[in-house]
């Protein structure tokens, strides 16, 4: 499943994923709230969760059993969107990051 474009991010989001490919693209979504909380149930999965601009990823209650966890918009100050990560990980990748630039190309 591919969220991308503009849409309208809610203050809570669910991802129950099994066995699949989940990319939430916020960039250019419409974001109402400081905070957005993003519960997690994935088995054998991926999630990528691309960020916003000045946007930040939390990660404390998320617990991974043979997963990887890579989190590239971890806080550094400023008064960004929150994202808020919280759940179970089985098997699965987890990557949150920014938009990826190079020359006039944007992934």
Known sequence: MERKGD?????????????????LD??????????VEIDL??????????LPEGAYATDDNTDVM???????????????????FSGKAKASSVTFRHER???WWRW
Do not use: M, Q
């Not at 916020?26 to 905070?35: F, L, M, N, W």
């Not at 043979?66 to 808020?84: D, P, V």
């Open 7 to 23: 849409w309208v991010v809610p203050p809570r989001l669910i991802v129950d994923a099994k066995a699949s490919s989940v990319k």
């Open 66 to 84: 043979a997963s990887s966890l890579s989190n590239h918009a971890s806080y550094k100050g400023g008064t960004g969107i929150r994202f808020a």
């Open 41 to 50: 149930n994935l088995i054998a999965s991926s999630l990528e969760v691309v």
């Open 26 to 35: 916020c960039r250019h979504a419409v974001i109402r709230s400081g905070t």
């Open 101 to 103: 630039r190079f020359l």
